[in-house]
């Protein structure tokens, strides 16, 4: 019951205790702590490889996707379907043309850092047992889509599921023939106005007309504004922003934002808070199309942060047919990176052990395109992987709760230390 | 090969077959569709038992925490300290009262549709082996929340557990004590500035200010305004919506702001994507703060939308201490609901069979005093239980992708057709 000393010491704000942090220390001028991300802006604008097309890269075998509006895809849906009905009346019956999804054709192209499908297509013929629900399937899903288009409205693929649900049976099913019609028709699944669910939010140098009403980002307070997924509707995106900061999580997302990190470092923070979704993914895209500013990502040091990383970068399998708008080539890897656990001295105790999945995981990203291309990357997480060790984003709130957005980010910027 | 009836059939418009919808078409007129609205509206204004205080119900053994403001609640803090500090001096150690969370200590109050807190304590102190980590650790919190006070800025659950990682060892331990000192100070979480991610979103006839920034959320687009954690930094709120429009799922909102529902029938649009966030709940108990017109919830017809709709109602048992700001009473079940699948004619195909566990979980939800205490909720959900059989808010689609905002939803507004 007597006097502890460790209790005096709980208490005493001395216990707070100062451990060492990164040598050397940003500076107060934002115009030089960015000189580096204007450089590499500057180089970026410059270089023509830059989004290169697959005609250029002497690739004739692949096939792309493109956004296309209400109108033109309408259109190519009624001469897909004429095209049905005269093969029928010449007593011929009617089959699609459906461009294959199948891994077999799947193409990385390294120079675009992402996958494209490949030219194999299958014929779908209405008159055989194997095809004939499929070619319904594809049959209705084709009118369905003609009519939202009508209407110029939006739909999620549930809604579409379940206008026919005795013929669909399987949401898997309606879902696949809708990645196989905006192939049939060369156009993007969300030009098809058949959308995700939105998950994302943005804050910061940006405005944008979402739907006609006019968005500025750096006026939405600290919660930032809801990444629509009716991402067609997004006009006029415009803003002074030098660089996109893509963030993993919405804790960080939070950090940023009511320090109004923006204000002093102009900058673009999104995040879709975790795994990326469609309308997140889109968004980063214009983005970077209208904009043409650096991106950087501050993710997690574990595999999962350098997945998502990978999914901005190339894209999905799935979707593959669509990366041309899906993917933003180009990201840089500014941290939570498996080095910065030294050079920051971020404690034992705030780091975690990789488990045995996590180990699992990273081994495969080792066999993955977008790492093998990148050695830098590559040294990072080999460098995990022989660690063992992950941290978290929040793990740098050892040092403080605001050494992110005041010592961090601004030393990473300044000292152009990204990969 | 040949000509294919079947063909022709799905290929003709007329294959989008008119099925039986409700009988009554709704009125054209927003007017007449919101009487009933109005009716509500001015029933709940006037009834004096809303939100009732736990002193005027002579519920004397009940505690609850209220918003305080950051001087407010460092001051306790500082309070409670100096009273540590001096029982140290005095050569008696020290302890802290911590009010008990335990379910034995928690009180569902019927009138107040609600659980809280009973008056049970329990001493904390410093020189028991069985509580010394515990004590440290709340010395700790209590140390660290200060801080973010005299900041005037907010963190996450995550952010504070990795400030002293070596202390906390897991984050449920940093958790658990924040809750405890929430109910020590006597304030909510959010008052210690420690927030949970955000999730919600919201979109229609209200403004406020977040941060200072005016928002209009009609000028949202059709992504809506995310609805910010640091709900404390939300002032001004005003609109001139008749009824908040509580939606369990994204696809929901979408259309509903796609199509501009608000302009027709003045409302606000809230939806946390599945199960409700805190600051969700704190952001819609805001709003019937302030504007006190009615709540109306459109959920799936399953047991866990009515489970989201409790949680609005009646909160959770982690959180009960701070079920005052947490929860909202007198939410009406506006739809999906049970015997919706007869009235409005669900296609038997659009109706999912409830599987063993969906059974299990609406079973145990009879127990529940939210159901208990509302035998028009009780029916439904026995009616449910009885068929075996849920829908999705998305069922509705089968009838038209703008069936829910041009029929379903007026229909059920001009009938009054809520419980």
Same mark, same amino acid.
């Given at each position: 019951?007597?006097?502890?000393?460790?209790?005096?010491?709980?208490?005493?704000?001395?216990?707070?205790?100062?451990?060492?942090?990164?040598?050397?220390?940003?500076?107060?001028?934002?115009?030089?702590?960015?000189?580096?991300?204007?450089?590499?802006?500057?180089?970026?604008?410059?270089?023509?490889?830059?989004?290169?097309?697959?005609?250029?890269?002497?690739?004739?075998?692949?096939?792309?996707?493109?956004?296309?509006?209400?109108?033109?895809?309408?259109?190519?849906?009624?001469?897909?379907?004429?095209?049905?009905?005269?093969?029928?009346?010449?007593?011929?019956?009617?089959?699609?043309?459906?461009?294959?999804?199948?891994?077999?054709?799947?193409?990385?192209?390294?120079?675009?850092?992402?996958?494209?499908?490949?030219?194999?297509?299958?014929?779908?013929?209405?008159?055989?047992?194997?095809?004939?629900?499929?070619?319904?399937?594809?049959?209705?899903?084709?009118?369905?889509?003609?009519?939202?288009?009508?209407?110029?409205?939006?739909?999620?693929?549930?809604?579409?599921?379940?206008?026919?649900?005795?013929?669909?049976?399987?949401?898997?099913?309606?879902?696949?023939?809708?990645?196989?019609?905006?192939?049939?028709?060369?156009? +993007? /699944?969300?030009? @098809? =106005?058949? !959308?995700?669910?939105?998950?994302?939010?943005? &804050?910061?140098?940006?405005?944008?007309? $979402?739907?006609?009403?006019?968005?500025?980002?750096?006026?939405?307070?600290?919660?930032?504004?809801?990444?629509?997924?009716?991402?067609?509707?997004?006009?006029?995106?415009?803003?002074?922003?030098?660089?996109?900061?893509?963030?993993?999580?919405?804790?960080?997302?939070?950090?940023?934002?009511?320090?109004?990190?923006?204000?002093?470092?102009?900058?673009?923070?999104?995040?879709?808070?975790?795994?990326?979704?469609?309308? +997140? /993914?889109?968004? @980063? =895209?214009? !983005?970077?199309?209208?904009?043409?500013?650096? &991106?950087?990502?501050?993710?997690?040091? $574990?595999?999962?942060?350098?997945?998502?990383?990978?999914?901005?970068?190339?894209?999905?399998?799935?979707?593959?047919?669509?990366?041309?708008?899906?993917?933003?080539?180009?990201?840089?890897?500014?941290?939570?990176?498996?080095?910065?656990?030294?050079?920051?001295?971020?404690?034992?105790?705030?780091?975690?052990?990789?488990?045995?999945?996590?180990?699992?995981?990273?081994?495969?990203?080792?066999?993955?395109?977008?790492?093998?291309?990148?050695?830098?990357?590559?040294?990072?997480?080999?460098?995990?992987?022989?660690?063992?060790?992950?941290?978290?984003?929040?793990?740098?709130?050892?040092?403080?709760?605001?050494?992110?957005?005041?010592?961090?980010?601004?030393?990473?910027?300044?000292?152009?230390?990204?990969?």
């Amino acid at each position: 019951m007597g006097v502890n000393s460790g209790t005096v010491a709980v208490l005493s704000k001395a216990s707070v205790s100062k451990r060492k942090g990164p040598l050397a220390v940003a500076s107060k001028d934002a115009a030089v702590v960015l000189q580096e991300v204007n450089k590499l802006a500057k180089a970026q604008q410059q270089s023509v490889k830059h989004r290169a097309t697959l005609e250029e890269l002497g690739i004739s075998d692949a096939r792309e996707v493109a956004v296309m509006d209400d109108a033109d895809v309408a259109q190519t849906i009624e001469r897909i379907v004429i095209q049905a009905a005269q093969s029928i009346l010449a007593g011929t019956g009617f089959s699609y043309d459906v461009p294959s999804r199948a891994s077999s054709n799947q193409l990385y192209v390294p120079q675009l850092e992402r996958i494209v499908l490949k030219s194999a297509v299958s014929n779908r013929p209405f008159s055989s047992t194997a095809t004939v629900r499929k070619t319904a399937i594809t049959t209705r899903v084709l009118s369905l889509v003609h009519e939202v288009l009508n209407k110029r409205i939006h739909i999620t693929k549930r809604d579409l599921f379940y206008t026919d649900v005795k013929l669909f049976e399987k949401q898997n099913d309606s879902d696949a023939v809708l990645d196989d019609v905006a192939c049939m028709i060369g156009c +993007t /699944r969300t030009s @098809l =106005n058949v !959308v995700a669910s939105e998950k994302g939010v943005v &804050i910061g140098r940006v405005t944008f007309r $979402d739907d006609g009403d006019f968005i500025d980002c750096t006026k939405m307070g600290v919660g930032g504004k809801a990444i629509p997924s009716l991402i067609d509707r997004i006009t006029d995106l415009q803003g002074d922003a030098q660089f996109v900061l893509l963030v993993e999580k919405d804790a960080a997302f939070m950090r940023l934002s009511e320090d109004r990190f923006y204000n002093q470092y102009p900058c673009i923070i999104i995040t879709a808070r975790g795994q990326p979704d469609v309308s +997140t /993914r889109l968004f @980063l =895209n214009m !983005v970077k199309t209208r904009l043409n500013i650096p &991106i950087l990502g501050l993710v997690d040091s $574990d595999p999962y942060g350098l997945k998502i990383l990978s999914v901005y970068l190339s894209g999905s399998k799935n979707m593959s047919y669509d990366s041309a708008s899906l993917t933003t080539s180009d990201i840089k890897w500014l941290g939570v990176r498996p080095s910065d656990l030294e050079t920051y001295n971020i404690p034992k105790e705030c780091r975690l052990d990789m488990t045995e999945s996590d180990i699992k995981y990273g081994q495969d990203l080792l066999k993955e395109d977008f790492i093998k291309n990148n050695p830098a990357w590559m040294a990072e997480l080999e460098l995990m992987l022989k660690t063992k060790e992950k941290a978290e984003i929040q793990a740098l709130s050892n040092f403080g709760f605001q050494y992110l957005t005041q010592t961090y980010l601004p030393l990473k910027l300044q000292q152009g230390d990204w990969i």
